[in-house]
Nanobody, 117 residues
Framework: QVQLVESGGGLVQAGGSLRLSCAAS????????IGWYRQAPGKQRELVAT???????NYLNSVKGRFSISRDGAKNTVYLSMNSLKVEDTAVYYC???????????WGQGTQVTVSS
């Protein structure tokens, strides 16, 4: 089993910054992809940013240049630094880990990010 524990969400004004953290524990494979998705009210969950164990990153177009994802392999922790936040970034942010031949999916409980105007 895999457990993902997120932290770092909160309320911030537009233009501000936040840093999300997600600590993974349990049966973590040496090769995996970990990252962040978000879901705003009434919208589908969308990929925000992911990073592989090899350091390959993937970003949602609307966050490129503003968000940065990184990981600490020794701590099995992934970070999402969010700068120049916009009201439209408001959502529940979920940590996600994919691993294994069948790309098993694991999710955190979610952390609320609210950006006020």
């Amino acid at each position: 089993q895999v457990q993902l524990v997120e932290s770092g969400g909160g309320l911030v004004q537009a233009g501000g910054s936040l840093r999300l953290s997600c600590a993974a524990s349990g049966n973590i494979f040496s090769i995996n992809t970990i990252g962040w998705y978000r879901q705003a009210p009434g919208k589908q969950r969308e990929l925000v940013a992911t990073i592989t164990t090899g350091g390959i990153t993937n970003y949602l177009n609307s966050v490129k240049g503003r968000f940065s994802i990184s990981r600490d392999g020794a701590k099995n922790t992934v970070y999402l630094s969010m700068n120049s936040l916009k009201v439209e970034d408001t959502a529940v942010y979920y940590c996600n880990l994919k691993q294994g031949v069948y790309s098993a999916n694991y999710w955190g409980q979610g952390t609320q990010v609210t950006v006020s105007s």
